[in-house]
Structures are given as C-alpha cells and as structure tokens.
C-alpha cells in the first residue's frame, strides 16, 4: 500500500467522526465505552490522531498501526478488571501500567502502551464522552540501561558473514542499513533519482518527522548501487528467479518492512547470524562512525536525529574498550 493511499484512507476514517454532530458523537463514544467496544473505539482514537495529532492525516503508517494495537490492548485488559472507562477508578491507569511490568514488559514498552491508552482519553474528551484523565499523574518507571547495552548493534564479523551469504538485493538493503544508517521505511521509500552512485550521496526525502536530508554513501555502498542499479534499475532485464526490474521510479518493488524482513532474512539465516531486525545495523554504523571520527553531531546527521543526545543516549555511545589505547600506559 503506497503511503497515498494510506493518508487518503486514514483521512476518510477521520471525516467518518469530525462529520457527526457533538450529540451525536458523543452518544457515539459513550455508547462504544460502556460496551467497551474494541473495534468502535480504536476507530474514534484513530480519527482523533489523525485530527488533532502534531501529524494529523501525514501520521505514519507504523503510528498508526502501534496506537491501534495499544488502544485494543488496553480495552481487552479493562474489560478482564472491569475497568469503567468513562469513570475510572484513581488506581486503574497505574494498575495497568504494574501489570504490564510484571508480566516482563519493558519500561519502553510499556511507556508506548500508556502513549496510546492515553490518546484513547484524549479521544473521549474530544468526543465530550467523559472528563477522565487517568494516565496524567500514572508513573513508568525509567529504564537506566542504556539501549546500545540493551539493543546492541550487529558486530562487524556478523555483518561480514551475512554479506558473505546475501545476493545484490539483500547487499544493497544491507549497506543502506548498516552504513548509511537508514530507516527501514526511510530504504523502502527512495526513488532511483535519490541514489547517486557517483557522487556518493542519497537523498532521504521521508525521513522521520518527514524531515529530508542527504546522507554520504560508503564506498562499499556506493559500489552495491551500482549493481543494483544494473540488475533491477528502470529497463534492466527480468530474472530467472523471478524477479524483474523495479517499476516507476521506486528503488524496491515493494514498500512493506515484512517483505523487507523477509528477504534479508534469508541471507542472516544462511549465514547463521540470528537477525534481530533492521535498527542493529542503524546502531553498527553509528557506533563505527563515534568511533571513527568522535562527534557526535555529524553523526546524529547522519543518522538523521533531531537531537543530538539521541545519538549519545542510544544508538552510538562509544564502547566500552574504546580507551585502551589512552589507558595502556599507565
């Protein structure tokens, strides 16, 4: 599904509410409260997301896709405790919360379960159903691991291993990850006109935020393009396996993280690298490139975050022998 006819999808679910008169959306969400009605009430969160969101309708796909399951979540655990949604008892937003720790869910995960259980509230207020607040004064306790000890970055003999494996396809999807540090949505989604082999540079025209910047290519990279290119670029010849030259302007045939999931997985698997998604490649080049060239603000570039204590916080703290050589001496 392109992201056009996502937005014009997710636009028609919205005017499906902002359409209703106040009394009758009201009674709508009342009515959808009381009987705790899943597939009701993550249709008015939605709307309300993509209404009154800081993205409105140009909310991700993936956004979407993660309040969808958090607000089913959260309703399928109110209606297990009874939990009255309209008039929430003071102690059920943190009960909630304390479930999902004890049954070994991260403070991370959890934090994104109370981001869409909070949006369900705010979409009742919009909606005049209630007045509850529940999840201003609950607590997620912070996780002080740091995420490169948590979700660390793929080593250099895995990648080295799995390249070893992977064919054209999954070393150009590779390089793009784990050297010029791309989202997965962010690969999916270049045009042939955004990768410039020559020069070394690709445009990432729907970064995070629907930020663009342009990010140097490897030489390795660079070099993957090429063939890619030649292989699977606009008028390059179909295959015996089946797959044929990329239509349009798009570089993959496809725009789904599954299918991406997919096919790089073939390589990870047979080269024996268990394959912990896409973000450990992002954090490989981060944390190559600290160590590389120790600052953090080009890399956070690079990498495309707005914040620079992103970068530092968890995907590229320097690791933890990085002073051997300074403390060798003493």
Same mark, same amino acid.
């Given at each position: ?9 997710? /636009? ?12 009758? #959306? ?9 009987? @705790? ?20 309708? #140009?909310? *991700? ?13 959260? %309703? ?20 909630? %919360? ?10 991370? +995960? ?24 529940? &999840? ?6 912070? $996780?002080?691991?740091?995420?490169? %000890? ?10 080295? !291993?799995?390249?070893? @494996?992977? !064919? ?5 999807? #590779? ?9 997965? *949505? ?7 006109? !955004?990768?410039?082999? *020559? +020069?070394?540079? #690709? ?32 008028? +390059? ?14 570089? &993959?045939?496809? =725009? ?20 912990? =998604? ?30 620079? !204590?992103?970068?530092? @916080? ?6 933890? $022998? $990085?002073?051997?050589? $300074? /403390?060798? =001496?003493?």
């Amino acid at each position: 599904m392109t992201l056009a006819v996502y937005q014009g999808d997710l /636009l028609a679910q919205t005017r499906e509410w902002t359409s209703l008169h106040d009394e009758e #959306l009201r009674r709508r969400a009342v009515k959808a409260a009381g009987e @705790k009605d899943i597939a009701t009430l993550v249709s008015m969160t939605v709307a309300y997301l993509a209404h009154q969101g800081g993205s409105g309708v #140009l909310t *991700s796909a993936r956004t979407v896709e993660a309040y969808e399951l958090g607000t089913r979540q959260f %309703i399928e655990y109110a209606t297990g405790q009874a939990v009255n949604l309209l008039r929430p008892g003071r102690h059920d937003a943190q009960n909630y %919360i304390n479930h999902m720790l004890a049954a070994g869910r991260k403070p991370a +995960g959890a934090q994104l379960k109370v981001a869409a259980a909070s949006c369900l509230y705010r979409a009742l207020r919009w909606a005049g159903a209630t007045e509850a607040d529940p &999840f201003r004064d609950a607590k997620v306790p912070k $996780d002080r691991t740091p995420g490169i %000890i948590k979700r660390p970055p793929y080593s250099e003999d895995d990648l080295q !291993d799995v390249l070893e @494996k992977a !064919d054209v396809h999954e070393k150009f999807l #590779l390089f793009l990850v784990s050297h010029a540090g791309l989202r997965i *949505s962010e690969a999916l989604a270049l045009d042939w006109e !955004d990768v410039d082999e *020559s +020069g070394k540079r #690709l445009h990432v025209r729907s970064g995070k935020g629907r930020k663009g910047r342009v990010v140097a290519m490897s030489t390795s990279l660079a070099r993957a393009a090429r063939h890619y290119r030649a292989l699977y670029g606009p008028g +390059g010849p179909d295959h015996h396996d089946g797959r044929r030259a990329t239509p349009g302007t798009r570089v &993959f045939r496809y =725009g789904s993280t599954p299918t991406a999931r997919y096919h790089l997985g073939k390589a990870f698997k047979a080269a024996g690298v268990p394959f912990r =998604g896409f973000h450990p490649g992002r954090k490989y080049a981060g944390t190559r490139l600290i160590q590389q060239i120790k600052d953090f603000g080009r890399v956070a570039a690079h990498l495309g975050h707005e914040s620079v !204590d992103t970068t530092r @916080k968890g995907y590229a703290q320097l690791a933890a $022998d $990085d002073l051997k050589g $300074d /403390l060798s =001496g003493w």
